[in-house]
């Protein structure tokens, strides 16, 4: 018999409240095809958090490598855990109806967008602050610093943990400011719904695709919850990465953990470096350039989770506003718009947003709507659009675990895509053995990895030149 702890009678009251029955009599087990699929397919689970914030009775906890753990006995078999995973399955059709109220078509990578801008905070110090220009940050300025919400569901490095990070609330601008930056590690960021069970108030969330998905399920079963929740921001997202990342470049790099402050994953100037902050305050580049040219562009080969690999939501194409790097570059192959955000405004509730942070010298934007050179993240196109399905599609077929989705593998696949998924496919194989990974860390950090940067910077630079002058030969 489960124990009648405090928690599980909070759990057995919020059923009654809402009218809901027990999904089994007996004693919960972790077979339980009711629970989310974290328990049944771990390879399933995105470690968004949802399962753990939505249980009415504290039942799921974040465990080891933050996945979640089921504490059994304080179970009530009410199923949210289930309805709102975002693992197993995610059909477009629904989402679709739901957050435009129109049946999905598909509009490539960006998805549905009623407006794009490129867009910087006009507060310095969240400007600088920003992975890009401080857009998400601003913007959730912006909310909390007129009243609309009273917190904001972010990130940053854990205190204790420093090269992990952890989900929080931010209420102040202080505390926003330190959530600033991209964090391209896994954090189960909704696992703080549980907090708002009790606290009174609205908020905005700044989260990851996966994380959308299980907003927007949330919304349905378990209205009253989200509801909490009025703003979604949605980050653009290539795939998270492995928590041991952090710790494994510190490694490579002869740093004790117990000595860093502070892990960066963009510090410094944009487009910012992987950096760590020691305990003298010494600032300590763990690679060689910078995010965009340096060792980091071999990280997504290496370390992306298991259910990353089989996204297919980049932009998170169900928030209210989605934010990405501005990546536009000149015929050069210059940035166009060094520490500037892309903003793509999905919904009203968006809409409503921006206005009213322009409005109030919040937010500087400049509208690229009808600007064919803001469709940027060409790689990433191709890798959502044609390298996921074809995973997917085989490795269905192989008889692994792969998300349910209601989009079909696209009819126009090249030979040459399909040899380029069995490619990154074998890579992120290989990276899932750690002497593996620690020796290809070792080189791409090292001065070693310097040639290779130098080698890759000519070749974009010449693509960017070869790509004008056609242009222009075509005028
Ligand atoms: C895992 C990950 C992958 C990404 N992949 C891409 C990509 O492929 N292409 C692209 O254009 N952009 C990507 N982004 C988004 C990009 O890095 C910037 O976050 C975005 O451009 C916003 O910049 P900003 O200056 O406006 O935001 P900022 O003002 O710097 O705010 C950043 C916000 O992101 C939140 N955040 C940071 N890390 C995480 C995390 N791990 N989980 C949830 N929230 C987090 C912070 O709490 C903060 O609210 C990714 C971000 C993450 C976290």
Redesign the pocket.
């Known amino acids: 018999m489960p124990d009648c702890s405090a928690e599980y009678q909070k759990g057995l009251d919020y059923m009654a409240r809402r009218g809901m029955q027990a999904l089994c009599d007996s004693p919960v087990t972790e077979d339980q095809p009711f629970l989310s699929v974290a328990f049944t397919a771990p390879e399933l689970c995105a470690r968004c958090g949802s399962c753990v914030g939505v249980c009415p009775s504290n039942a799921i906890v974040v465990g080891e490598k933050f996945y979640p753990a089921l504490n059994a006995g304080n179970c009530v078999a009410c199923g949210l855990c289930g309805d709102v995973c975002p693992g197993g399955e995610v059909q477009y059709a629904d989402l679709a109806e739901q957050v435009f109220g129109e049946p999905f078509t598909d509009r490539g990578f960006d998805g549905w967008v009623e407006n794009t801008y490129v867009g910087?905070?006009t507060e310095e110090r969240?400007?600088k602050?920003?992975?890009?220009?401080?857009?998400?940050?601003?913007?959730?300025y912006h909310l909390l610093r007129t009243g609309q919400v009273d917190g904001?569901l972010?990130?940053?490095m854990n205190h204790t943990t420093p090269w992990l990070?952890e989900?929080f609330i931010?209420t102040s601008f202080e505390e926003?400011r330190e959530?600033?930056?991209?964090?391209?590690?896994?954090?189960p960021?909704n696992s703080l719904w549980s907090q708002l069970r009790e606290r009174p108030g609205r908020f905005a969330a700044?989260?990851?695709p996966c994380?959308v998905h299980a907003f927007r399920k949330l919304q349905k079963y378990d209205p009253e919850l989200a509801a909490k929740i009025t703003t979604v921001?949605g980050?653009?997202?290539?795939?998270?990465?492995e928590p041991d990342l952090s710790s494994e470049m510190l490694l490579v790099r002869g740093i004790k953990r117990s000595d860093i402050t502070n892990f960066k994953?963009?510090g410094g100037d944009w487009p910012g470096q992987m950096q760590a902050v020691l305990r003298d305050g010494r600032v300590r580049p763990l690679h060689y350039s910078n995010y965009k040219d340096g060792a980091y562009n071999y990280f997504t080969s290496l370390y992306m989770p298991e259910r990353c690999q089989t996204c297919l939501d980049?932009s998170s194409e169900f928030a209210d506003i989605s934010?990405?790097?501005?990546?536009t570059r000149d015929e050069n192959g210059e940035y166009k718009f060094k520490e500037h955000?892309?903003?793509l405004v999905r919904t009203q509730v968006g809409d409503e947003l921006i206005e009213s942070a322009t409005a109030a010298g919040d937010l500087v934007i400049h509208d690229v709507t009808t600007d064919p050179s803001y469709k940027?993240?060409k790689m990433?196109t191709r890798r959502k659009g044609s390298l996921v399905p074809i995973r997917v599609d085989r490795w269905r077929r192989a008889g692994r675990k792969v998300p349910v989705y209601d989009r079909a593998i696209p009819d126009d696949v090249t030979v040459k895509e399909r040899i380029t998924e069995r490619l990154s496919s074998a890579m992120l194989r290989a990276g899932k053995f750690k002497p593996f990974r620690i020796v290809f860390m070792g080189f791409l950090t090292s001065m070693l990895a310097v040639p290779l940067i130098k080698v890759r910077l000519y070749l974009k630079k010449r693509k960017y030149q070869r790509r004008s002058a056609a242009k222009r030969g075509a005028q």
């Open positions: 910087f905070s969240i400007k602050g920003g992975a890009g220009g401080g857009v998400v940050t601003g913007l959730l904001c972010v990130t940053r990070g989900p931010a926003l959530s600033q930056g991209s964090r391209y590690s896994i954090i960021v700044a989260i990851l994380q921001i980050l653009f997202c290539g795939g998270s990465l994953f963009r980049g934010v990405s790097d501005a990546w955000s892309r903003i940027t993240h990433q």
